[in-house]
């Protein structure tokens, strides 16, 4: 059975993106033990759509640089949701220190950071910020925490709306090394742009900490990131982009353990010597085809500042169109009454993704909507996952996407194709465990990325 294939080209319109030839790809599937970390797809209603600019701080000289993203996160509104943890966006920040970790895919011998205003209230006011490496949790390695500069100065204003880049780090970097990144507050920043979920832990604390080794970070945290939106090296090696919903979030994986698909994938590229940068574009609840104010826009909207974001991607993986059929839940306070997508509408969706990846030189890989049923809670409909079926097909059959990564197969139970392999599921019987993130990343073929 074919887990991963190349589409088999169909003609192209005139000026679309054509990529070179790449094989099929087979799927191994790695198992592994697991705890499950329960989060829902569901949620829609319209948040307010920012229109990004991006203040570059880099002087011209290092602008020429190439630079690749080895890490980055999708950002959205705030919001009151907070069904996987405490959430610190609706309040923000004033006169304390956020401490943030993150995991980089690829190192390099420089470093710069991009933060992000794009649902700020009002302009946002960095009064300094520092990267260093870190020494697990929210510990900074002594000796090696950096100022972080923005046209020479170590203060910003970032306008409403925009986002900024720092000037380029003297930091050395390693592949899969985790960083800290400290922000200091010393107005109100009011609502926080944000990556509402993630497995890794935030830290906040009274006072400028930004050099602390880590005795002030011991209590206060949050399971998501604020401002922070990429991380990019010099180097020549060319990126990756995971898009879409909870499954390319990472939702079911273990906390702090950095097990999600575009986690284990960065790993195998590692290890066969084929390292590449990535960016972890998932919002867990997102949707194709409807904004929301608990989980962001719709996928069509934000892909393309996604793609503007990145010059050096090469491929993308998309997954989206589980939540557009999710039933809607009496109470939610994510969820307004709303008609349920139909085949066509998602097909029509997913096309317009794929016009804009080869707009932009992109590789579009398409992921199969994983098996919905077997969710401990109810998710969708039976014309729902009527309606799953049909996408997975027209992904499977219809050529559109340059190749396919068949997550429904990779993952659906032999004996029940509409429910999950128990080894390859969460507790919340819909999202992937860390073994079957691990199946999805080795069902990859390293060769045709």
């Known amino acids: 059975m074919r887990l991963w294939r ?7 319109e005139p000026g679309r993106y054509r990529h070179p030839a790449t094989r099929p790809l087979q799927a191994t599937a790695v198992t592994a033990l697991v705890t499950a970390l329960a989060v829902t797809l569901t949620g829609i209603c319209a948040p307010a759509v920012p229109s990004v ?48 970790v993150i995991r980089l895919s690829i ?22 910020a520092t990267v260093a490496r870190s020494d697990g949790d929210a510990k900074a390695r002594p000796g090696s925490v950096r100022a972080l500069t ?10 409403t709306g925009r ?16 960083l800290t990144v400290s922000l200091r507050f010393t107005t109100p920043t ?60 990472g939702v079911g994986s273990s906390p702090g353990t950095d097990n999600r698909f575009s986690d284990k994938l960065v790993e ?16 867990a609840g997102g949707r194709l085809l409807h904004d929301s104010p608990c989980y962001g826009e719709k996928g069509v909207a934000r892909f393309e500042r996604e793609l503007r974001a990145h010059a050096d991607l090469r491929t993308v993986f998309i997954h989206l169109g589980a939540n557009d059929v999710s039933r809607t839940r009496d109470g939610d306070p994510c969820a307004r009454s709303r008609p349920p997508a139909t085949a066509r509408q998602l097909i029509d969706g997913h096309r317009a993704l794929i016009r804009q990846a080869h707009a932009h030189g992109v590789k579009a890989v398409g992921v199969t909507i ?31 996407y340059d190749a396919v990564l068949d997550a429904d197969r990779v993952l659906s139970d032999p004996r029940d194709p509409s429910r999950t392999r128990p080894g390859y599921v969460s507790q919340d019987g819909l999202h992937p465990s860390d073994a079957g993130y691990m199946a999805l990343a080795s069902a990859v073929r390293l060769s045709a990325l």
Do not use: C
């Open 6 to 12: 190349r589409a088999t080209p169909a003609p192209r």
């Open 53 to 100: 600019r991006t203040e570059r701080a880099a002087p011209a000289a290092a602008r020429a640089t190439q630079w690749t993203a080895s890490w980055g996160a999708a950002v959205q509104q705030a919001t009151d949701n907070a069904q996987d943890g405490p959430n610190w966006s609706r309040q923000g920040f004033r006169n304390e220190t956020l401490r943030q």
């Open 107 to 128: 190192g390099g011998p420089t470093l710069r950071l991009r933060f992000s205003n794009a649902y700020g209230s009002r302009p946002l006011h960095l009064a300094g």
């Open 150 to 159: 923005f046209h020479g100065s170590t203060a910003v204003t970032v306008p």
């Open 163 to 178: 986002d900024i880049v720092t000037d380029a780090v003297d930091l050395p970097t390693s592949s899969l090394e985790k």
């Open 190 to 249: 009011g609502p926080a742009t944000l990556h509402r979920f993630t497995t890794a832990t935030s830290y906040r604390t009274p006072g400028d900490r930004l050099r602390s080794p880590a005795a002030a970070f011991d209590r206060r945290t949050s399971q998501a990131w604020y401002y922070l939106t990429a991380a990019e090296v010099t180097g020549s090696a060319s990126s990756l982009m995971v898009f879409g919903d909870s499954v390319m979030d």
């Open 268 to 283: 195998r590229l590692i290890a066969a010597g084929r390292p590449q940068g990535m960016t972890n574009a998932g919002l």
């Open 370 to 400: 994983l098996p919905l049923t077997g969710a401990v809670f109810p998710f969708t409909t039976p014309a729902g996952e009527k309606v799953r079926q049909e996408l997975n097909h027209w992904i499977r059959t219809s050529h559109a």
